[in-house]
Each structure stands twice: as C-alpha cells, then as structure tokens.
Nanobody
Framework: QVQLVESGGGLVQAGGSLRLSCAAS????????MGWFRQAPGKEREFVAA????????YYVGSVKGRFTASRDNAKNTLYLQMNSLKPEDTAVYYC???????????????????WGQGTQVTVSS
C-alpha cells in the first residue's frame, strides 16, 4: 500500500520560499505519476503540478509556472515542490498524490490519483 507523508509547510512572507517534501513508501514508484494539489479554505481542490517519476517530466498550472518546481529523488523515494516568489494567494493546504496512470484529464482534476498524503499547511503573509 502506498503511503505519502508531506512536510515542509509553514508561514512565510510574500516573496519568500518554501520547499515541500513528500516521502513515498510501499511501492516502487518508477511507473508512477506524482501530483501536487492544494486547497484553500472555502475553495475547491486545485492542481498545482505533476511529475512523472520515470523521466522527471513535469507539468504545472499556469499560476505557478516559473515560480514552483517539482522534482524527485529516486534514492530517497521523495518528491519535492520548491516554491519561490510566494504570494498570499498560494496559501492553502498542499497535498501530494500518486497514481500509476501516465495520462488523462484526471491527472489534473485529481480523480486518477488513488493515494493521497495528509497535507501540509502553507501560509503566505502579505
């Protein structure tokens, strides 16, 4: 069974940086697509980024392109989300998710992911 544990959230001023980590266990993840999602209070869950474990190919939502970078460390089985130039509107609970699917609209909506972490809070003050 896949287990995902996020860490690295916190409080940061606008313009600052944070790096989120997602420790993955329970499988060999070379065939997985990993996603980052976020949910702000009173809002729908939003896709942030996805990375294909086998080759590191990434995809981002437009609002974070150029500011956020998803990566993975094969040796540590850990996924990262480097967040730079943070804005108050980035405030949310951030979740990582895993799926063996490599394509499909559900990679952006979240419906194709079958394992989710517990989330980590990111708060950006203005």
């Amino acid at each position: 069974q896949v287990q995902l544990v996020e860490s690295g959230g916190g409080l940061v001023q606008a313009g600052g940086s944070l790096r989120l980590s997602c420790a993955a266990s329970g499988r060999t993840f070379s065939s997985y697509t990993m996603g980052w999602f976020r949910q702000a209070p009173g809002k729908e869950r939003e896709f942030v980024a996805a990375i294909r474990w086998i080759d590191g190919n990434t995809y981002y939502v437009g609002s974070v392109k150029g500011r956020f970078t998803a990566s993975r460390d094969n040796a540590k089985n850990t996924l990262y989300l480097q967040m730079n130039s943070l804005k108050p509107e980035d405030t949310a609970v951030y979740y990582c998710a895993a799926t063996q699917r490599q394509s499909g609209l559900g990679l952006l909506t979240g419906s194709l992911y079958d394992s989710w972490g517990q989330g980590t809070q990111v708060t950006v003050s203005s």
